[in-house]
C-alpha cells in the first residue's frame, strides 16, 4: 500500500535553512503530483507546494512563494521541501501528499498523506 | 487566491446525529472541491473528492453536495470515530488552499 514517510523536522533559528525530505513507496512514483502542506499549532491545514508528476514545473503558496523550493528524485522516489529564511510562523508539522489521480499536470485531490515532520523555529 | 470559508467553525452533536458542514468558495470553483477528516497526530484522510465521490473504504455515511461557490459535507449519522476536524479544500486554481476548518466533538 501506500507509504509516505517525511523526515528532516527539527528545531532550527529564525533565518535558517532546512531540507524536508519524503520517502514514497507502494506505487509509481514518477507518475504523480507531488504536494506539501503544513498545520501550525492550534491552526488549520496550509497548502504550500506542488511538482506535477513530470517536473515541468513548480507551484507555491503565498506564504512560502520565494523562500521555499519542492523538488523532486525519482529515481530515488522522494521528494523534498528545501526551506531558506525561516520564521517563527513557520513553526508547523509539515505534511507530505501524493495526487489522487496520476499523470495531472495541475493537481488533483490529495489522496494521500504522510504522518508529518515537526519543524520548530525558534531562537 | 480563492478564499474557502467553512461553517461551523466548530461543532457539538449526538452519536446518531446528522451533521452537515458547509465550505463557501469565493468564487466559482466548479466541482472541484474536496473534504478531508484529520484526527491530531494522524494523517489527514481524503473522505470526497470532486464535490461528491466518496473516496475507497470511506463510510458511506459521508456524502457531499454542491457546486459553484457553496458545497456541505454531510455525515448522516455521527459515529463516535468520527470526532475530528474536518476541512474544505479546492483544487480548481493554483494556489490551492484549504478551508479554516470544522472540529466536531461529541455531545
Known amino acids: 500500500q501506500v507509504q509516505l514517510v517525511e523526515s528532516g523536522g527539527g528545531v532550527v533559528r529564525p533565518g535558517g535553512s532546512l531540507r524536508l525530505s519524503c520517502a514514497a513507496s507502494?506505487?509509481?512514483?514518477?507518475?504523480?503530483?507531488m504536494h506539501w502542506a503544513r498545520q501550525a499549532p492550534g491552526k488549520g491545514l496550509e497548502w504550500l507546494a506542488f511538482?506535477?508528476?513530470?517536473?515541468?514545473?513548480?507551484y507555491y503558496g503565498d506564504s512560502v512563494k520565494g523562500r521555499f523550493t519542492i523538488s523532486r528524485d525519482n529515481s530515488r522516489e522522494t521528494l523534498f521541501l528545501q526551506m531558506s529564511g525561516l520564521r517563527p510562523e513557520d513553526t508547523a508539522v509539515y505534511f507530505c501528499a501524493k495526487d489522487l489521480k496520476g499523470y495531472f499536470d495541475s493537481g488533483s485531490p490529495l489522496g494521500d498523506w504522510g504522518q508529518g515532520t515537526l519543524v520548530t523555529v525558534s531562537a | 487566491d480563492i478564499q474557502l470559508t467553512q461553517s461551523p467553525s466548530s461543532l457539538a452533536a449526538s452519536v446518531g446525529d446528522r451533521v452537515t458542514i458547509t465550505c463557501q468558495a469565493s468564487q466559482d470553483i466548479s466541482y472541484y472541491l474536496n473534504w478531508y477528516q484529520h484526527k491530531p497526530g494522524k494523517a489527514p484522510k481524503l473522505l470526497i473528492y470532486?464535490?461528491?465521490r466518496l473516496d475507497v473504504g470511506v463510510p458511506s455515511r459521508f456524502s457531499g453536495s454542491g457546486s459553484g461557490t457553496h458545497f456541505t459535507l454531510t455525515i448522516s449519522s455521527l459515529q463516535s470515530e468520527d470526532i475530528a476536524a474536518y476541512f474544505c479544500?479546492?483544487?480548481?486554481?493554483?494556489?490551492?488552499?484549504f478551508g479554516q476548518g470544522t472540529r466536531l466533538e461529541i455531545k
Open positions: 511538482v506535477p508528476y513530470d517536473d515541468s514545473n513548480k
Open positions: 507502494g506505487f509509481t512514483f514518477k507518475t504523480y503530483g
Open positions: 479544500h479546492q483544487y480548481d486554481n493554483l494556489p490551492f488552499t
Open positions: 470532486d464535490a461528491d
